[in-house]
Structures are given as C-alpha cells and as structure tokens.
C-alpha cells in the first residue's frame, strides 16, 4: 500500500491542503505547530479512525470551521483507491470509499495500515495493557482474516455477561454465557499466541540492526490465570458479580516486553531507548503484515532522542524494507528521501 494523495480541509491548523506523495521516504521539515504532525494525524485518523495526539475528535476540527474532511488516493496490489472521511462539529461523519459509502472504520483499516512512532510513544512501553493489546490486535487483524469478526463475536457476549452482572442477575443466567465466551476467547487467544511467536522473531531481527546485543522477549499474558478460562470465571465469579464486571478474560491481555526473563524493559530503558524499540515493533509488524498489507510508517520527530549513528540506521531500515514512510522533522537530516516538505504556518510545499 502507498498513499500517493492526500488532501486536507479544515483538518487541525491547515485551512486547505494538498501533498502529492513518494513511495519511499516523504520528509516534512518546517518548525514546531507548522502543521507538519497534523499531515501524518490525518493519515493515521483514515486507518485507525481516531488520533494518536487527543481523545477528542472535535479539537481535529480547524478553529473557526464546522468540520474536516481528508481524502487520500492509495494504491494497494496495482489498484487505486480513494479513500476518505468527513466530520463535523456535532459528530456526524461520513466514511468514504471509491466515491460510495464505506461500511465502517474496519473496511478504511485494510486499505490504509498505517503506524506511528511519535513523542508519547514511550506509552507502549511504560503504560498499562490496553496500549500493547491495541499494538498486538492491530497486527493480528491484518494477518489473520477472521480475528475481526472473531473479536466482535467475544466483545458481544462479554457485553451480555456484564448486563447480566449489572443487574445482579441470577447465576444460571451468567452460566449461560460462558461457552460462547470461553469458545470466542480461545479463538482470539490462539490467534495472539502464533502472531506473538512471529512477531518476537521479527522484532529480535530489527533490533539486532538498530541496537546490536539487545535481544527483546514477547510474552503473551492472555488475561486470566490458568489454562482453562472456564473455571478462571468460575473462580472469579463473586467478584465480578461484587464489582459488576467481567475480570477475567482477553479483554485483560497483555503483551510483556521483556529484556531478560522476568525483566521488563520499562524498568530498564530510558525514554530515547523505549522509543527506538517502538520503532523495531513497528517495523516487525510491517515486515509480519506486508504480505497482506504494506504499512505506512508515521514517524513524528524521530530524530528529537536517536543519536546519529542510530538515527542513520533506521533511516537505512525503511529503506531496506520498501516501506512508504512520512517522517517530520525541526530541520532536515543529511540523509536522502525521494520528497521533501516545506511546512510553515500551515502551509506545505514540496521542494522540486
């Protein structure tokens, strides 16, 4: 997948927009509020269907205008598509796809993969579950054609389980559920376990170029104790009904990154080093998900905590693996890209 167009409307702080794009590296230099992250938020809002910088959707919204809308031509297998999307103020939206409606955020996700390494991504690392399980499932959805509806199906009956919670419903009713449960939870389950296993010797390969002798571990933690997540509800079962809620199950997943057995890398790594080994997960998965996928890469300031040595070696790791990527940075690098950017003041020009 390459994303040759993009154009912007009212979209953060540029009024109006237009990028015609490389297949390779596009860099974006301009200074800090420029417009130059708010290229590569557009992109990841059309993939992903939220931000990577706010929870707020409205704060996307150009101050002054009623809405947004970004339309972007990609091409994927030898076909081109136009994608796009259009929210207003009251949050009404409009999902876009060759000229018809789209049927929702997980149609726009296939055509347009895209991740991002960015300020905070430190977060993957540091933070709870929630950032690694959203890591690890965007992955799995791309390799594995049926986790989608997979997960909808657990997501359904973890909802109906958690009514019945909330309305101190009568045990046999709460019994009821849990082969649908623990059947769906074994499918999501097995499916996270043989992308870990993949995943993890992809990642060990990207580290091995950008930090040699570190060799990071994956482990997958799939959200109850046990083998068996029947009897780990039936143990829990008073619980959940105290607090009203499922605890058990994998919604609670984790993914453990690990540098030695038992040693987390949060506990061990600064904030520049937890950045480069998001950037090696990045580059694992778009290595595990190019053959159904190829991802975008948007790196924000990438060059704010590498040294350059290591920064000229992940410049050189996008190139080896054929990768499209949009990198910002304050002033350009001495390092080759196919498109440069000049952002200033919300403004984009490309430099001939």
Same mark, same amino acid.
């Given at each position: 997948?390459?994303?040759?167009? !993009? +154009? ?58 009623? &809405? ?19 929210? &207003? ?32 991504? =430190?977060? !993957? ?43 101190? /419903? ?17 499918? !999501? ?40 997540? /029947? ?17 058990? &199950? ?21 904030? /520049? ?6 950037? +090696? ?20 300031? !990438? ?12 410049? =050189? ?28 003041? /919300? ?6």
């Amino acid at each position: 997948m390459t994303v040759r167009a !993009l +154009a912007l409307k009212d979209f953060r702080n540029l009024s109006e927009a237009s990028l015609e794009l490389a297949a390779g590296i596009n860099l974006l230099v301009g200074p800090n509020g420029a417009g130059k992250t708010s290229v590569l938020e557009a992109i990841y809002y059309l993939g992903r269907g939220r931000s990577f910088r706010s929870g707020r959707r409205d704060r996307l919204i150009r101050a002054g205008s009623e &809405g947004f809308r970004i339309v972007a031509r990609v091409d994927t297998g030898g076909r081109s598509r136009h994608v796009g999307c259009e929210r &207003g103020r009251g949050g009404e939206q409009r999902l876009r796809l060759d000229g018809g409606e789209a049927e929702g955020w997980a149609e726009l996700a296939r055509i347009v993969p895209a991740q991002v390494v960015h300020p905070s991504s =430190h977060r !993957l690392i540091e933070e709870g579950p929630e950032h690694r399980r959203r890591y690890m499932d965007w992955g799995v959805f791309h390799v594995e054609p049926r986790f989608y509806e997979g997960y909808r199906r657990y997501r359904r009956a973890l909802a109906q389980r958690n009514q019945v919670l909330r309305r101190l /419903g009568k045990k046999a009713e709460l019994l009821a559920w849990t082969p649908e449960l623990t059947r769906t939870a074994e499918e !999501l389950t097995a499916w996270r376990r043989r992308y870990v296993q993949r995943l993890e010797a992809c990642l060990v390969e990207e580290m091995g170029v950008l930090w040699p002798g570190l060799q990071p571990r994956l482990r997958l933690r799939p959200g109850w104790k046990g083998e068996d997540l /029947g009897a780990a509800l039936a143990a829990t079962l008073e619980r959940d009904r105290e607090q009203g809620y499922t605890t058990a &199950g994998p919604h609670r997943a984790d993914l453990q990154i690990e540098l030695d057995e038992g040693v987390l890398a949060r506990d061990r790594l600064s904030r /520049g080093q937890q950045k480069l080994l998001v950037f +090696a997960l990045c580059l694992a998965q778009a290595r595990l998900t190019r053959q159904q996928a190829t991802s975008v890469l948007l790196l924000d300031d !990438l060059s704010a905590e590498l040294d350059a040595e290591r920064l000229t070696r992940s410049w =050189h790791r996008i190139e080896e693996l054929g990768v499209q990527a949009l990198v910002t940075a304050v002033e350009a690098p001495p390092l080759p890209a196919p498109a440069l950017f000049h952002v200033e003041q /919300g403004r984009i020009h490309r430099e001939q």
